[in-house]
């Protein structure tokens, strides 16, 4: 078993840089099941802030932007050493009123050689 921490931030002067600052972080790792030690597992967060300047512009000729922030999760099932099943749900925010949240989902099966 093991697993992990990490972190990332990171902050400008938003100018000329779109992104004024943005940070993300999360906890992944090993599966805590028992016989299923070679799974793996991820949680993650993420927020960027966009450059003032950059929302008021493009605001100016009618595209309106805001910041966004967002997660993730996977559990990656392993079902042989070179065939694994991978489930995985996202959540993204744009911080706009006029638009929803989404949510997506995915499962994928991989095959390594």
Avoid: K
């Amino acid at each position: 078993m093991g697993g992990g921490l990490f972190a990332e931030a990171a902050i400008s002067d938003g100018n000329p840089n779109p992104i004024q600052w943005h940070f993300f972080g999360g906890l992944a790792g090993n599966s805590l099941i028992p016989g299923r030690e070679t799974d793996r597992w991820g949680i993650g967060y993420f927020y960027y802030g966009i450059s003032d300047d950059l929302i008021d512009g493009l605001g100016v000729i009618g595209l309106p932007i805001a910041e966004v922030q967002g997660m993730e999760a996977f559990y990656n099932y392993f079902i042989t050493p070179w065939l694994r099943l991978t489930g995985d749900i996202q959540w993204i925010a744009t911080g706009r009123a006029d638009r929803e949240d989404a949510v997506l989902t995915a499962v994928r099966l991989q095959t390594r050689f």
